[in-house]
């Protein structure tokens, strides 16, 4: 199959989304498939295209504006009509992207099978936010003419129906994960050593960008009342900075907890794997996730404890494998509580801790995942067909 993924930022600080198109597109290439990656050139990292399956073609269209989170790039115009006239399907990673308006319009034209996939990107259906905006805009017509819809969980489906996707195009299935990045772990210390973190004191590790959406600022307050408990904690806010990072460190000036916050910035693998490794607790603190988040699936892999917040997709992951401690969003004595009883208590977790990743290898591997994701291209081949 000639199969297009179409991702608006692929690079290593595009965060989940990026990652999950460039092993995916990667392991179809393995698999004898023509795969291209369709994107814009925001933040572009060559050293990120290099690691690429060899035969994996990257079509960038230049970036000249931002505009409310949206690269404008018109060369999309030029180059949609080709690439939509000549892919057998189309695998939509984004959906409020301004490469997907020209390249939907010519899907339709040619017939070309799309399936969205958008991991938790659709527009609330109840405000007046600018996502709906292009919804109303330019969505609906992405909607009614897909093939299929690809939701990482109940959670994730529910949210295509109530912008009116058919609930018989609607699929559930994860990304999945490749789980050989890792298996090969580097030996312990390496986290503390670099960033002066002593082997008597807990190391509290959220990873992701810093937006406000990931609850960074729920985690923070929550730390706050975990640090009045006991004075042998430190939190670890690592990744990128999303436009949410002022507004952290304005809440934890006025908390006069400086001194036990560290920031290291955005971790490459090797980075990630020792930081994970050197952690007590894992915290994910999202106010919205469709589902578990990349970051806690390499928790999970690194044997460190998770703490979640509930109500969402991720919790519902977590909780189908029994992999973590769930609390409410908001609740920062109970998320505090959570993280010391893990600390007090570190076997119980590590039982919990286990199941995740036994669940993991078994069930989301990316051998195992690619092969549903094939599955499902068929299928929207023959749909449209």
Known sequence: MKILQVCDVFSPLGGGVASVVHKLSSKLAELGHDVSIYTTDYMKDETYLDALFPSVKVIACKTVYRLGGLNIAPSAFRKAKKLAKNVDVIHFHAYTSFINIPLVYYAIKYNTPMVIDVHGNLPSTDNGSLKFLYHRIFGTKMFKNAALFIAETKVGKEEYLKLGAPEHKVRIAHPGFDVSD??????????????????????????????????????????V???AMRDDVVLVLAGPDDGFKDEIEGLIIKKNIQDRI???????????????????????????????????IEALLCSTPVVATGGNGAAEDIEHMQAGTLVPFGDALALAEAINQIIIDPKSANAKTKNGKSYIEENLSLEKTVLKFERMFQEAIRIVS
Do not use: N
Request: proline share 5%; charged share 20%.
């Open 262 to 296: 560290i920031f290291p910035g955005f971790m490459d693998l090797e980075q990630k794997k020792q930081g994970l490794l050197d952690a007590d607790v894992f915290v994910q603190p999202s106010r919205y996730e469709q589902g578990i988040a990349h970051t806690t």
């Open 225 to 227: 009342v975990l640090a």
């Open 182 to 223: 890792m298996q090969t772990l580097p030996p312990r210390g390496a986290f503390r050593k670099a960033h002066g973190v002593s082997a008597s004191q807990y190391v509290i590790f959220f990873l992701g960008r810093l937006h406000k959406i990931k609850g960074v600022d729920f985690l923070t307050e929550a730390f």
